[in-house]
């Protein structure tokens, strides 16, 4: 790297320009510590996510989750999702978006489940999926500094002479049989400004291909703690999350062991998911 002093290996590909890949540029406790703000911050309104538009805004949706979770262990009572029984200990949503600790319908469905299908969250400027674009009417909250600090620092490969500003970020959540079709980010105006793209968890395989689908896709791994840039021309290609590789030994996954014990939860989710921060400068 030329200036700046960036700390990282990066590496780039002849038929990708504009593509940098940057492997293991986040420590364990650095992802630690992001997987415990996507699961537990992220999703909090006025925050979106895949959730809002049919329940509205849900609170601690992890911690009401997890509670969840520990009372179905320690009764050992099957996790049924049909099961009516009001006295599980659970709590549950219903299609108005009130919780409650008994299943008041037969289509409340429990905290657990939804934590389970929780897809995306939209962090700082809001998105409205369905017009694709930015909807600067939504309450939002600005990024977290340590996140955009983060962006900025990252970024600095694919655009030496200027500053990153993250102004929202997509968070996604990849359970087992979850993926991404191909798609291309084409919300942002300024595409010289590079996305900004960290994993953490499951390995995946990620493809980037061409401005149009008829190129055929590079394909590669992405694990816990890499980052991709896309800016320059392969901000405007397609890419896609076909799979990921959830293995019971684990071996793809750094060794959070050495975390403090208060991160067992997010370690249990963490060993059979992926989550995605993808960071946009959106002006
Ligand atoms: C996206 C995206 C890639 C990934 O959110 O737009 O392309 O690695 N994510 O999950
Ligand atoms: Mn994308």
Redesign the pocket.
């Known amino acids: 790297m030329d200036d700046k002093n960036f700390q990282w290996p990066v590496f780039t590909m002849e038929q990708h320009p504009g593509f940098y890949f940057i492997p293991e540029a986040l420590g364990i406790e650095e992802q630690m510590h992001w997987i415990k703000e996507s699961l537990t911050t992220f999703p909090q309104p006025p925050n979106r996510t895949n959730h809002t538009a049919v329940y509205g805004p849900i609170f601690d949706l992890w911690n009401r989750a997890q509670k969840d979770l520990s009372e179905t262990t320690s009764d050992n009572t099957p996790d049924n999702e049909s099961n009516k029984n009001s006295a599980d200990g659970k709590s549950y949503i219903d299609a108005n978006g009130a919780i409650s600790g008994e299943q008041q319908h037969s289509t409340s469905i429990p905290l657990s489940v939804l934590l389970r299908k929780l897809r995306w969250a939209t962090l700082g400027l809001q998105f409205d999926w369905s017009k694709r674009a930015y909807d600067l009417s939504l309450p939002y909250n600005k990024m977290p500094q340590k996140l955009c600090d983060l962006a900025s620092k990252l970024a600095e490969p694919a655009m030496p002479d200027s500053e990153f500003h993250a102004e929202a970020a997509?968070v996604?959540y990849?359970g087992q049989d979850d993926m991404?079709g191909g798609?291309l980010?084409d919300m942002e105006k300024d595409w010289s400004k590079p996305?900004v793209?960290i994993?953490f968890g499951c390995k995946?395989i990620?493809l980037l291909g061409g401005p149009t689908r008829e190129h055929k896709p590079t394909a590669m791994f992405?694990r816990s703690g890499d980052v991709?840039l896309m800016a320059g021309p392969a901000r405007g290609c397609f890419?896609?999350?076909p799979r990921i590789f959830v293995d019971p030994k684990q071996a793809d996954l750094p060794d959070f062991s050495t975390c403090d014990p208060s991160c067992k939860t997010f370690i249990d989710y963490i060993n059979r998911s992926r989550i995605?921060l993808?960071i946009r400068q959106v002006f």
Request: charged letters at 5%; hydrophobic letters at 50%; a negative charge.
């Open positions: 997509i996604n990849f991404l798609h980010d996305i793209s994993s995946a990620f992405l991709v890419h896609g999350v995605n993808n």
